[in-house]
């Protein structure tokens, strides 16, 4: 008698994670968009040097991840937060700084 014994299901496949979503992301890119848009110095706005901005800007803010009701409620609590608000654009602003400084590319 020939048994085969199922494969486990990945991780990945096991659980549901596309609604999963750092609600910090919206906040960095709007807040990137205002500053490059208000800046008046020469800086590069290619894809890789705009990518890197918004990378180094969520690596230092906290992140809002929410999947339910509850977590967007959370979410939209802590937007609301003034000091959060100010880490943003500090984060964003230091990003800028140092691409602007060292860009991705020559």
């Given amino acids: ?30 807040e990137l968009e205002r500053q490059l848009a208000m800046c008046e110095e020469v800086i590069c706005r290619c894809n890789e040097c705009v990518v890197d901005m918004a990378a180094m800007s969520l690596n230092t803010v906290k992140p809002l991840y929410r999947f339910s009701l509850l977590g967007t409620l959370y979410a939209a609590t802590a937007m609301d937060d003034e000091s959060y608000a100010t880490s943003v654009r500090e984060a964003v602003s230091d990003a800028i700084e140092k691409v602007r400084q060292n860009p991705a590319h020559d």
């Fill in 1 to 30: 008698m020939n048994i085969e014994k199922e494969k486990p299901m990945s991780f990945i496949d096991t659980y549901n994670f596309e609604n999963l979503t750092n609600e910090a992301e919206k906040l960095v890119f709007k």
